[in-house]
């Protein structure tokens, strides 16, 4: 038709308008901010350590006042080399329903999150910001809150993540793979 | 819009007669029938089946119950939605809407089966071109009762765009979308 004519000659043009602004850009020399600190024990090593893509071998959460409950299912973590991390934890039917017996919101079976990680190398934590959340520590929330900090330990290829309840206490423990 | 009480039988339904767990054997089932919706300006039929994996479990059935006389139709709606998909409603032969909440009660006088769905299914005299789309604002569950004698034939009403209250007495009002709840009849048990 003429009217989709005249809109796809609309769309190249922008297009075009944007290859040639973004090939401008690319012109510009980048700014130097110094040396990046890449020594063991650092952000930058950590973020590297951290990119890529995990399975999950196991998890087991402990509902407030409950009894820990083995999460049996599928898992996978994705961080990326800027910080942005997804994780999809499908469980199965019966961990399901012991989760949500527990209080935990696990709407078919799925927990997901998406959003930034901010490593915190003293305290050996990441706290995940999820979008919309202005600061990922102001609220409480469950063993699975993404605003809870993830504390980390690295045995070899294996990533453990936990959090604490309010007295310390493990409240999650998962354990990831690199594949 | 009518409004009718019939969705106290879901919050009640645990108050007398056998409960069940699971479907009547433990495994899931299929049922097949006819919906007709009438209105004072004609009637259109079509077909049902409901795919019934399980019924609910009874901490999902409190944590609704809890969320409608406390939080109202509000806290009802975000309940209903993190409850698991226990079962599969098809009209038709349309796309499947999930049944977040499935209860059953066997007595004497048969077995009966109460479902709601986490989206309407179906606006009765909304799709017509003259119609005020707007009202269908709030309607956003189905409701659907079935009830099986002891031979095993069922029939029921649905309402296909419905919205839950609490009527301040303990029991639940259903206000239904259309002028007059969708009857099912033929209700039968498809052989697995």
């Known amino acids: 038709m003429h009217v989709n004519r ?52 196991s998890a087991v959460i402990t509902p407030p006042g409950a009894k820990p409950i083995t999460l049996k299912g599928t898992g996978v973590l994705t961080y990326d080399d800027f910080g942005n991390m997804e994780m999809n934890i499908k469980a199965d039917e019966a961990s399901s329903d012991l989760l949500r017996a527990g209080g935990i919101v696990i709407p078919d079976g799925v927990i997901s999150t ?6 915190d190398m003293q305290n050996k934590t990441l706290t995940y910001i999820v979008e919309g959340q ?39 423990v998962s354990r990831w793979k690199k594949s | ?44 039929s079509g077909t049902i089946e409901v795919r019934l994996r399980r019924v609910t479990p ?3 059935k409190t944590a609704l119950e809890t969320a409608l006389k406390e939080g109202g139709y509000p806290r009802f709606l975000t309940a209903i939605k993190n409850a698991p998909e226990v079962g599969q409603l098809v009209l038709g032969g349309g796309n ?11 007595d004497a006088t048969g077995r009966r089966l109460v479902l709601v769905t986490d989206k309407p299914v179906f606006f009765v005299g909304g799709g017509r071109a003259d119609a005020n789309v707007a009202a269908r604002k709030g309607f956003e ?33 259903l206000d239904d979308f259309a002028e007059q709840l969708i009857t099912l009849t033929n209700i039968a048990r498809k052989p697995s």
């Open chain 1, 114 to 119: 998406t959003g930034r990680t901010a490593i």
């Open chain 1, 134 to 172: 202005a600061s990922s520590m102001k609220t409480g929330g469950g063993p699975l809150s993404p605003n809870k900090p993830r504390h980390w330990e690295v045995n070899g290829d294996v990533l453990t993540l936990t959090t604490k309840d309010d007295t310390g206490a493990p409240a999650s």
């Open chain 1, 6 to 57: 005249v809109w796809k000659s609309a769309a190249v043009a922008a297009l075009l308008t944007g290859a040639i602004a973004c090939a401008a850009s690319e012109r510009q020399r980048p700014i130097s901010a110094g040396p990046v600190p890449v020594g063991a024990g650092t952000t930058a090593t950590a973020r590297k350590f951290l990119e890529g893509r995990w399975i999950l071998e």
């Open chain 2, 1 to 44: 819009m009518t409004t009718a009480k019939i969705l106290t039988i879901v919050l009640l339904l645990g108050a007398g007669g056998l409960v069940l767990a699971q479907p009547a054997d433990g495994q899931p089932e299929t049922f097949t029938g006819t919906a007709q919706a009438k209105n004072a300006k004609g009637a259109v």
């Open chain 2, 96 to 106: 499947p809407f999930s049944i977040r909440y499935a209860r059953e009660r066997v």
């Open chain 2, 141 to 173: 569950v189905a409701v659907i009762e079935i009830r099986f004698d002891g031979k095993g034939a069922g029939s029921g009403s649905m309402a296909a765009a419905a919205r839950v209250r609490p009527d301040g007495d303990g029991g639940v009002l």
């Open chain 2, 58 to 60: 009874q901490f999902d």
